[in-house]
Each structure stands twice: as structure tokens, then as C-alpha cells.
């Protein structure tokens, strides 16, 4: 006889979305809420987080609230978290989702050649572009993470999702920065797992392959023409499946890594990708 298969059980939990103003965490607060997840939003653009939370309320019928939280600023998350158990309840979910990159840790040439100008290349990486991503995106993880885990592990139960990249396996071209905060992320996700594995609270994360958004838009697509930039061809011919991904492409990962479904997954890194991390190019 086959056991029928469990619930999900995320009905009636309560999550902190960071970032949830943004492209990738609002789809996944939306998707939360069409689960039950009364979802939090949090995000430094108070008018951002609060357009999506009515709309997330007005969509799925399920409690969202849009809360004003710097992810690098303790006082303002611990601010929150109190504003978000007196409206919310306890939470249960955490998805660290802000994060991003700084233009002046981006250099201008993929490889150095004889003759670039040095401030063209990693010479001319600005160290302040460094400390901006590497706060944004591990420190910004850490600090909600030391803030809101204290009602999981007050409740014996709780599901963290950080949101990891492409770039943590292999760095990409021109964003050493961004790549190795991301890097970061997927070693802080399997110590932390590790470290709370017997307290209830399961530490994973998600990374992205390539989609379309406006913090790599300028990257990938020629503003002008609107054909792919060269760089944006070589995302196609890198990924197997030869389309950018869709941020509701992410749902189901983030669905399954928090229910029960996942109850013997903690430390993973799962890549959403079309291929690309499989892909040796040949
Ligand atoms: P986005 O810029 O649309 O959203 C990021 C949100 O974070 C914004 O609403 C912004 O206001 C908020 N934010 C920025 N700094 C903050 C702070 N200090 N405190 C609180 N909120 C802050 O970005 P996105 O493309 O949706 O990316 C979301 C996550 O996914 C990021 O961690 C990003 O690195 C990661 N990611 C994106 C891609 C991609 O292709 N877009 C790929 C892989 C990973």
C-alpha cells in the first residue's frame, strides 16, 4: 500500500519576505500567499512594499502587510518585527531576498588585454562598490536572519530561503563583488543549517539562473536597439534551455524547500536555471 502523500502545511504560517517590494520577491510573496502564507513585506521602499502586500491581499484574500525595514540596519528589523507579531502573529518563514549589485565593483572589460585602460579593468573596481554589495547581500541576509529566527526558534519550527545566484558556483565575468557575496551566501546557508539542524529550523537557498529584471537589464539587453547585448547572447548560448527564466519560475522551489514536503532538506543550494549550471558549453 503507498502512504498518501503529505500536505504541504504552509496554510495559516506567517513569512518575512525581504526585498518583497522587488521583481523576484514579489512573485514569491504572491505565490506564498496563494498557499495561505500571511506574508510580511518588507522592503527599504515603503510605497513598494505596501502596493504589493494590498495587491497580494486583494489577489489571494490572505493577510499581507508591507513593512518599511532597512535588511542592514538592526533596529529598524527589530522595529518591524514587533509591528509584524502584533498584526501577523509569530513568524514562521523567512525569505532573504534583498540583495544586489554596485556599478562601481562592476569592471568595465570581461578580460584584460594589453593596452585597456587600467580603470577599465579590476584595477578600477572601487572598494566602496565592494563593502555596498558585500553588505547588501551577506550582511543583509545575516541581520534579518539573527532578527526574525528568534520566533522560530521560540516555536521549535521555522524554514529559512536565502536568495542565492548563479554566480556563487562559478563567478561571472566583470562582477567579482556579486559573485563571491553570493558565494558567501551558499557557505552561510549550509553553516546555519548545520548549527540550528536540531532546533526545528531548516537553512536553505535558491539560486537563480538568468532572468530579465531591471538590475541586469542594462547589462544584457542594448538599451537602444533592444536586441541581446553580446554578453546577454552568451547567457543564451550558455543556457541549455535558450530562454531567460521568470520569476514565477522560482515559486515551486521556494514552496517545496519551506514545506513539509522538504522536512529532511536543510543546506542545500538549489539552482532554477534552465541548464546553465550543468552546461559546460560543449
Ligand atoms: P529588485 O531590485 O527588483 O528587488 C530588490 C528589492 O530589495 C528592492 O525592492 C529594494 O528596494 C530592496 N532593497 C534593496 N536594499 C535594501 C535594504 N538595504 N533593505 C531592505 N530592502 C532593500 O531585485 P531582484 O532582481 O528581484 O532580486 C532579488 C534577489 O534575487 C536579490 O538577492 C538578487 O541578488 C537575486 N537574484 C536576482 C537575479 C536576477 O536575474 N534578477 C538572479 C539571481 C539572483
Known sequence: MTAAIKDLNLKGKVAVVTGGGGVICSTMARALAAHGVKTAILDLNLEAAQKVAA??????????????ANVLDRASLEAAKKDINQKLGKIDYLVNGAGGNAASATSKVEKMKDGDALEDTFFGLQLEGFDKTFDLNFKGTLLPTLVFAADMVENKFG????????????????????????????????????????????VNAIAPGFLLTNQNRFLLVDEKTGASTPRGQKIMNG????????????????????????????????????????????
Not at 536565502?162 to 563583488?177: C, F, G, Q
Request: proline share 5%; glycine share 10%.
Open 55 to 68: 495587491e497580494i491581499k486583494a489577489e489571494s484574500g490572505v493577510e499581507s502587510l508591507g513593512f518599511s
Open 239 to 282: 543556457t541549455p534551455m535558450e530562454r531567460y527564466g521568470t520569476p514565477e519560475e522560482l515559486s515551486g522551489t521556494l514552496l517545496y524547500l519551506l514545506s513539509d514536503w522538504a522536512e529532511f532538506i536543510t543546506g542545500v543550494v538549489i539552482p532554477v536555471d534552465g541548464g546553465f549550471s550543468a552546461y559546460s558549453g560543449v
Open 159 to 202: 524554514g529559512i530561503v536565502n536568495i542565492s545566484s548563479m554566480n556563487s558556483y562559478r563567478p561571472l565575468t566583470r562582477i567579482p563583488a556579486y559573485s563571491a557575496s553570493k558565494a558567501a551566501i551558499n557557505n552561510f546557508t549550509q553553516w546555519l543549517a548545520v548549527h540550528f539542524a536540531n532546533t526545528g529550523i531548516r
